[in-house]
């Protein structure tokens, strides 16, 4: 079992931000939501590295159905 984290910052449209806590919420210890900058719609997941395909096929489809978009680090595209 792995024990560091992944970040992977998002954004998305601020109406958003609690209707994708709630779904996060929902699914338990696929990954933890921390608000970056709400005025600006960015979020972070902190996402267990065993967890780490489920929470990439969950935010496909949650991109799907609202704006949701990956912002990638210059050296971290996990």
Partial sequence: MHTDSIQWQVEVD???????VSIFE?????AVVRTVDASRGIIELMISPDYL??????????AKEIPFRRRFARDNKQ
């Fill in 14 to 20: 601020k109406k958003d931000i609690a209707y994708i």
């Fill in 26 to 30: 929902g699914y338990d210890n696929l």
């Fill in 53 to 62: 395909e489920d929470t990439r096929k969950l935010t496909e489809a949650l």
